[in-house]
Every structure is written in structure tokens, then in C-alpha cells.
């Protein structure tokens, strides 16, 4: 999962918690004690969604459906493209529209972790939230988190893979988002 369902599945709770779930990936390491409790609970959240999400047999077998080179990158594409799903199936819900400002606010007002604190603002200038709705969106999302990674670009040779599969990996999204969001969801989306 990426910002979107990491948000999605942490609204519920406070400010606080629902920053940690968006700037977990920026935080190494299980020394949370540079960070207010609350936001330390939301990283941990983030973190057990996560390997809930990394060791899950619908994920493990859609990754085994991806072109056996690119395999071991797949989990990153299939975060995004979970985002895309999800941003597809919230769009025009208001809930939707008041969790993507909330997001936008955090974000806005609090400093990001070293790591992250370069791709933040353009988060937020350019609509990441909503904007993932659009499947090229997220594929051009997905192809440059691949120039990033040394070598060639692997994730975006899973393009084509994830065009072909689309249906497929849209019902493994919806019943994954069930048993996830009935799991570890803090508060309801729909």
C-alpha cells in the first residue's frame, strides 16, 4: 500500500497518528523516540500494514503472476497500483475529498523526514491522492520510482504486465482492501 490506503486505513485516528502513517516510510529503524507517541503509534501502524500487506497470499500470488525478471520489484508496483484502485473506487466520495485536504494539511504543516522531505511538497502541489485515480498517472508514477533504483529501469518493464493484468489485480485489490481495511482499518472509508 502507498500514502493513499496508508491514510485511508489510519483516518480514524488523530492528526497525529494519521502523520505517522504518511511519513513511515521516511523513518528507519525502530528507535521511535524522537517521535510524539501518538506519531510514533501511526509509523508502527503503517509499518504492520505493511507486512501484513508484504506476506499476504493474494500479494504473493500477484507477484507470481509478474514477467519472472521483474518479480523481486513488483511489491513496489503493486503498492501504487493498490493506491490506484482505491483513489478509483473513493473519488467522488466527500469522505474522500476531506481525507485527501487532512493529508495535504499535515503534510503541509509538518516537517517530512530527511528522506522524504524533497518529494512532500510535490505530493501535494501536484495531487498525488486524487490524481492516482488515473491509471497512466500511476503508471508514470511507478516508472519513475524505477529511475530512482540503480540499474536498469525494472519497475517500469512491469507496465505492460500490470496493463494486461488489470482486472485481474483489481479484484485481488478488493478483496484484499476487505480483509486489510476489516483488520487494521482505524475508523470506516466507505
Request: charged residues 25%; glycine residues 6%; contains cysteine.
Amino acid at each position: 500500500m502507498n500514502f493513499l490506503a496508508h491514510a485511508a486505513l489510519a483516518h480514524g485516528g488523530s492528526d497525529d497518528f494519521l502523520y505517522g502513517n504518511l511519513i513511515a516510510d521516511g523513518v528507519k529503524g525502530p528507535d521511535l523516540s524522537a517521535w510524539r507517541p501518538i506519531v510514533a503509534d501511526g509509523i508502527r501502524h503503517h509499518r504492520r500494514v505493511d507486512a501484513f500487506v508484504d506476506t499476504h497470499d493474494i500479494v504473493l500470488q500477484a507477484r507470481h503472476r509478474a514477467p519472472v525478471d521483474q518479480r523481486r520489484y513488483a511489491g513496489i508496483a503493486l503498492d501504487l497500483l493498490w493506491d490506484h484502485f482505491l483513489a478509483r473506487r473513493m473519488q467522488t466520495s466527500t469522505a474522500h475529498q476531506r481525507l485527501v485536504a487532512r493529508c495535504y494539511r499535515l503534510l503541509e504543516e509538518r516537517p517530512a523526514p530527511e528522506r522524504l522531505a524533497p518529494m512532500m511538497p510535490v505530493l501535494v502541489e501536484e495531487d498525488w491522492l486524487r490524481r492516482y485515480a488515473d491509471f497512466s498517472f500511476t503508471c508514470m508514477a511507478v516508472t519513475n520510482i524505477g529511475r530512482r533504483l540503480s540499474g536498469p529501469n525494472r519497475l517500469a518493464l512491469l507496465v505492460p504486465w500490470m496493463e494486461a493484468d488489470y482486472q485481474r489485480l483489481e479484484v485481488d485489490f478488493q478483496a484484499l482492501w476487505k480483509e486489510l481495511h476489516e483488520r487494521l482499518g482505524v475508523g470506516s472509508t466507505e
